[in-house]
């Protein structure tokens, strides 16, 4: 009998998913905080920490440099590890749903400078992605966090150190 785990979506729908099914991803994500506020992408009016899979060939460092300049335009620097989490999350609709086990690395960067824009965007990120926004941190319980994972309590205790 094939080993099953428990993944969910988005919307908090969890599925049964046999071992077989699963794609490994692992992601990099950077907090970034400047004069008070924190950097922030934006899909379908939920905000989110800017990063993404790490590439074949990459470190999950760079990956986090990478993905702040792609998805907002800005320039970081310095990443510094500030925690992990092991998850299975799924994603995609109809037929073309995915299921994936991924570990996400969380780096504190550093702000080094540029505009925010929408200029890296991918494909599919052009479709959903809006302009990143800088948020105040007080006002981190009050937005509305788009993830399977509650990324909000590492942030603050990251910043808390």
């Not at 922030?40 to 999950?60: A, S, Y």
């Not at 052009?126 to 990324?151: F, H, M, R, Y």
Request: proline share 4%; aromatic share 8%; with cysteine.
């Amino acid at each position: 009998m094939p080993k099953i785990v428990k993944s969910s979506d988005i919307h908090g729908q969890t599925y049964d998913v046999t071992v077989d099914q699963l794609a490994w991803r692992p992601a990099a994500y950077a907090i970034v905080v400047h004069n008070g506020k924190i950097l922030l992408t934006k899909q379908h009016k939920t905000f989110h920490l800017p990063g993404g899979g790490v590439n074949l060939g990459e470190m999950p460092e760079a990956a986090a440099i990478r993905e702040v300049l792609e998805e907002t335009g800005l320039i970081v620097d310095n990443p510094r590890l500030a925690g992990q989490i092991s998850t299975f999350f799924t994603y995609g609709h109809g037929d073309k749903i995915k299921h994936v086990q991924s570990i996400l690395l969380y780096y504190r960067c550093d702000y080094v400078g540029g505009n925010l824009s929408t200029a890296g965007f991918e494909a599919g990120e052009k479709l959903i992605g809006e302009l990143a926004e800088w948020i105040p941190v007080q006002d981190l319980d009050t937005i509305n966090a788009g993830s399977t994972i509650n990324w909000r309590s590492l942030i603050k205790e990251t910043l808390s150190r």
